[in-house]
């Protein structure tokens, strides 16, 4: 019996492997062909927040298994298998949103999920997504503002 090459049956685990890794990149929204780093540091990033991964997988292991220079282990086909699972659910939500433009001061990633609600700045007016529930104010310097405006009457 020769140990150095897997038996059919791992062989076909892992072509599987590979198929489903290349699904996920699609169902993620990218080409596997074309896909660039920031793409499959994207993917990468997803498959380690489901299986809890720190230091995540990197893009060139990714990389390296769809072109198959490389064999998926059993935790990234495990991974994969969940996000499949979860990206079903992700299909609903993103179903029930809406797209809209925002501007973005903090660290969104284009496409992210807002889950909260904007509130006018009690100061300018202006709509935002407050960092807390009961924020006021969109920044200091509006807070201060008003602050300052209210003390003078
Ligand atoms: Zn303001």
Redesign the pocket.
């Known amino acids: 019996m020769n140990h150095n090459l897997p038996s059919t049956q791992q062989q076909a685990r892992l072509v599987d492997g590979v198929e489903l890794l290349i699904e996920i990149i699609q169902s993620c929204g990218y080409d596997p062909m074309f896909a660039n780093v920031i793409n499959l540091e994207d993917v990468a990033g997803r498959l380690s927040a489901i299986a809890g991964k720190s230091p995540m997988w990197s893009w060139r292991y990714l990389r390296n298994i769809i072109n198959h220079k490389l064999e998926p282990g059993k935790p990234i086909v495990e991974a994969a298998l969940r996000l499949e699972i979860a990206l079903k659910g992700i299909q609903v939500d993103i179903a029930k949103s809406d797209r809209i433009d925002v501007h973005a001061m903090g660290n969104v990633r284009p496409g992210s999920l807002i889950l909260a609600d904007s509130k006018p700045?009690?100061?300018?007016?202006?709509n935002?997504v407050p960092r807390v529930s009961n924020q006021r104010?969109?920044?200091d310097a509006?807070r201060k503002e008003y602050r300052h405006r209210h003390k003078a009457w």
């Open positions: 700045c009690a100061g300018c007016g202006l935002y104010f969109h920044s509006c």
